[in-house]
């Protein structure tokens, strides 16, 4: 292989060792939490990472607020605010970082040569233990590199869209619904709910969202499983065995 060819894999690995650096500080602005009312306050949710709803509780006068027949309504409300909170303290966070700036940067160092005889840079945290990794050829791990690339490129956003599922409680008297937009549908049943206490509704809430979560673990969605299927791992230990031993370049 040749010394350009040399080069340009420790520059690709630095970029991408740069770009995980970045994404990980992208992630630790995300909130942990973020809670949200509907305008007359009667129902509050609290939402963890990933925008999934992690309880519903309902104001001890929530009747004085709002009528049985809106509870559910009241339910889709609160989340959208909750919502809202959580992207407009993540988007704070992310405007501090300057991320976009540095994605650019990062970006365009794949479009500049390495100086010659440059060193490549390979932060501690990012070290991968290739010791006893026994790689294939070069030829045969590049064309393996590539395909992979062309299986990402073609998963589009749907492959990696969060199912819709919907989650009940005992005798379905609540039921959420939850998809890639979040809480989209709930349903109360208005006499029912009328007749509970506030605890017991909390409980019901508690009891859909935990059947929600249950179904949401086991759905399938068919981008992750297609780029699990390309051990995009093996393919990276490979790449860095093959750059850490000069004899696969003689």
């Known amino acids: 292989m040749s010394g350009d060819m040399f080069q340009d894999l420790q520059q690709f690995q630095e970029y991408m060792n740069k770009m995980q650096q970045l994404m990980s500080e992208v992630h630790e602005q995300m909130p942990q939490s973020a809670e949200g009312e509907d305008a007359q306050g009667a129902v509050k949710v609290r939402l963890i990472a990933g925008g999934i709803p992690d309880s519903i509780t309902v104001a001890s006068d929530w009747q004085r607020r709002q009528p049985p027949e809106s509870l559910g309504a009241a339910v889709v409300e609160a989340y959208g605010s909750a919502l809202s909170e959580w992207m407009e303290r993540w988007s704070g966070g992310l405007a501090q970082s300057n991320w976009e700036a540095r994605a650019q940067e990062i970006e365009g ?60 409680s005992a005798a379905r008297r609540v039921v959420i619904t939850l998809g890639p937009q979040g809480v989209t549908w709930c349903v109360v049943e208005p006499e029912w709910a009328a007749r509970q206490s506030v605890v017991r509704l909390n409980q019901a809430f508690a009891e859909a969202l935990a059947d929600v979560r249950a179904k949401l673990n086991s759905a399938e969605t068919s981008g992750p499983d297609a780029v699990a299927d390309l051990n995009l791992g093996g393919l990276l230990d490979e790449a860095m065995a093959i750059l850490k031993n000069p004899r696969h370049f003689m």
């Open 109 to 168: 160092s794949l479009d500049r040569p390495s100086p010659a005889g440059a060193a490549s840079a390979h932060p501690e945290a990012f070290e991968r233990d290739v010791r006893h990794v026994v790689s294939r050829p070069i030829e045969e791990v590049a064309e393996d590199v590539l395909t992979a690339f062309d299986v990402v490129e073609r998963q589009g956003p749907e492959a990696y869209a969060q199912p819709e599922v919907s989650g009940d």
